[in-house]
């Protein structure tokens, strides 16, 4: 019988539940993670910290520890000289914030993992990305650079002390966004962000050649061209859209067998991936597919977006209902393997005629577009013209097409999957419950919204503390880490996503609760919201961000929010909350206005005529549901929905102002427009919505 031999190192993360920390609980470096014990140690022993950031799907992060942190030569280094910190930038993004603008401002290029070197007192002074075990990549070894910083502390301290001065009070001035008296946003922001798109805009491959290699997903600049179209009807805007996420579909970049999108495509072509898979790009994606089918009403964007759902509900989602955070991109150390074939393994699987067809439609040769000559699996042969080549219909291609994705679905489950990181972030959680709620609306899928409700209802029931503090991250029934503005105002949108999807009135009474707690928690006298709550440590500065990275800002979701309540006819400032984030942005949003989609989404709504939808009747009944089918079926950005059961007309109103004052007529199903909350007649029939909407638009 085999016996398990113990590991030879075991640091203080073996006690933490990231799965990224506990990645390096048996690294022979003496980790801590972040907290007072670490940073009283450094100042006590007077020592310099070495912080890591990353997180467990990191591609690179693996790489480093492999080299580096698994090397007792360099743990020795370490250990003897620093204070070595492990930080989950998943779990703690304010962290993560503070120091990738600290290694930014030395001029240098950001990425994980993100090593900085700091004061005893938690200032940074240097740092970079990954070091190399030896001189490559044109960078510097990681012994060198831990040498070099070890001799500048030994004979120039008082000069490292003065820089870390200067890092902090510079990434503290740019942190410092305040509202101007009297400032307004220039309309202009749209126009200039929909040039500097255009610009951009990839017109051979799609998406937006805004870095030299790499080409990421864009999800929230898309629904900004999506809602720029709405306004505008710019027949560029919705080119750029549907042009890129039809490249994005057929590419490498998409799991043509299982589903979902990798993080980013290392080319501009979308046809080799980086091949983790986040949990919020697939949410995004699932958002972007969504609005671009009520628009087009093209079948392939609900193929996609149900494609993608069905993903997260096979592979992201768990027996308890939450949704777990990424799949790595790494199997048994190796990139892509989990992902990639041989043609000779294709033909060997599917057989002479099914396997000349995949190899037809994904470009799989025996050479391959990967490594060792091995294939990234893409559509290099629209459908039809493959149909044609087979000398068969389009519907026997695509039957087939499905008999081969199943068999080969069938042949990777055999291999062993990547890791999955199933730690329960919250908004990112809050995401995917709107991405199921969003679809389930839109398409009339009863399952989606069953998921988007139990995942909820798993974060009500176990991410708030005994004093109803909600909490950033949950594993293994261990809930932690005060949640920060992102967590709160992304949950309350999707509690607003699940209101529209299902009408309960605890979902928009939630809602509510929520952006209360934001104001009580993140509110600064003057200017946005903080990304930190007030009643949490106090680090090197506090940050106000309105940046829309991945995903989007908790400033601009809350102004989404706020938004959303005061089109529904809420008290409490709502409106001013909104208009206080977007002018302390507003100069970001003329400049730069691509880095902050998210909240030109916002601006939209502000700007735009808010449209108030008042169905009331009985679910089920044929009047009922042909209007409700309107609001849920086209898109209308800028319309809420409120659905009264005529049992339940009391009720809804003392939550929902909009509402009061509307009855029912003719005990018929019936419907309210009201346009900034100045409501039209009522009326009962589903086109005579419909015109009333379209007409709004213009106004």
Known sequence: MLTQTAPDYTNRLIHEKSPYLLQHAHNPVDWFPWGKEALEKAQREEKMIFVSIGYATCHWCHVMEKESFENTMIAALLNGNFICIKV????????????????????????????????????PFSGGTYFPLENKY???????????????????????????????????????VTAEPDTQVDPSCELNTFDSLAEAFDEKHGGFLLQEQNKFPS???????????????????????????REMLAGGIYDQIGGGISRYSTDQKWLIPHFEKMLYDNALLVWSLVELFQITGEELYQQAAEDILNYLERDMLSPEGHFYSAEDADTEGVEGKYYVWSKQEIMANLGPELGRIACKFWGVSNEGNFENGLNVLHQSLPLDELALQEKCSLEEIQKKLTQIRQRLWRVRLERERPLCDDKVLTSWNALAISAFARASRVFYRPRYEKIAIKAAEFLFSNLFDESDRLLRRYRKGQAKIPAFLNDYS????????????????????????????????????????????????????????????????????????????????CDGGHLENAQRILVSFEKHLKQIGLNFSAMLCAYHMQQSPSQQVIIMGLRGEEDTEELLAISRTRFYPNMVTVFVDKEHLEEVAALIPIVRGKSLVNDRGTAYLCINQSCQKPIHLAFELEDQLAASIDL
């Open 88 to 123: 989950d930038r998943e779990e703690r993004p304010d962290l993560d914030r503070i120091y990738m603008e600290a290694l930014q401002s030395l001029q240098q290029s950001g990425g994980w993992p993100l090593n900085m070197f700091l004061t005893p007192q938690g200032k």
């Open 138 to 176: 044109g960078r510097s070894s990681f012994p060198h650079v831990l040498q070099n910083i070890i001799k500048y502390w030994e004979t120039e301290k008082s000069e490292i002390y003065s820089t870390a001065d200067k890092i902090t009070e510079y990434i503290r001035q740019k942190s410092n």
């Open 219 to 245: 999800n929230l600049c898309l629904q900004f061209l999506l809602r720029y179209y709405h306004q505008t009807g710019e027949p560029k805007a919705l080119e750029m859209v549907e042009k890129t996420l």
């Open 490 to 569: 992304q949950l309350a949108v999707a509690c607003l996503d699940l209101y529209e999807a299902t009408y309960e009135l605890k979902w928009f009474r939630r809602a509510t609760e929520l952006m209360d707690q934001v104001n009580h928690l993140f509110q600064q006298e003057k200017g946005p919201y903080f990304d930190t709550g007030s009643d949490t440590e106090e680090l090197l500065i506090h940050s106000s961000d309105g940046y829309d990275g991945v995903v989007p800002s908790g400033n601009s979701m809350a102004a989404i929010a706020f938004l959303k309540l005061d089109a529904y006819g």
